[in-house]
C-alpha cells in the first residue's frame, strides 16, 4: 500500500535552516508530482512547494520563494524540503502529499521556530 513517512522536523530558532524529508513507498515514485503543504493552528492547509515528475520543475508559495527548496531522489524514492532562514510564521505541521486518482497523505512533521 502507498505509505508517506515524513521526517526531520522539530525546534529551531528564527534563522535556522531544517531539512525535511518524505520517504514513499507502494507506488512508482518517479511517476508523480510531489507536494509539501504545511497547516499552522487555525489556519488552512496550505501548499508549500511542488516538484513535477518528468521535469522536475518547482512551483513554491509566495511566503517561502528563496528560503526553500524542494527536490527529489527517484533512487531513494524520496523527496525533500530544505527550509532555510526559518522564521516564526513557518511553524506549522508539515504534510507530504501526492495526488492521482487517489490522493495520499503522510503523517506529518512537526516544525516549531521559537527563540
Known amino acids: 500500500q502507498v505509505q508517506l513517512v515524513e521526517s526531520g522536523g522539530g525546534l529551531v530558532q528564527p534563522g535556522e535552516s531544517l531539512t525535511l524529508s518524505c520517504e514513499a513507498s507502494?507506488?512508482?515514485?518517479?511517476?508523480?508530482?510531489m507536494s509539501w503543504y504545511r497547516q499552522a493552528p487555525g489556519k488552512e492547509r496550505e501548499l508549500v512547494a511542488r516538484i513535477l515528475n518528468v521535469s522536475g520543475s518547482t512551483t513554491y508559495a509566495d511566503s517561502v520563494k528563496g528560503r526553500f527548496t524542494i527536490s527529489r531522489d527517484n533512487a531513494k524514492n524520496t523527496v525533500y524540503l530544505q527550509m532555510n532562514n526559518l522564521q516564526p510564521e513557518d511553524t506549522a505541521m508539515y504534510y507530504c502529499f501526492r495526488p492521482g486518482r487517489r490522493d495520499y497523505w503522510g503523517q506529518g512533521t512537526q516544525v516549531t521556530v521559537s527563540s
Open positions: 507502494g507506488f512508482h515514485f518517479s511517476a508523480y508530482t
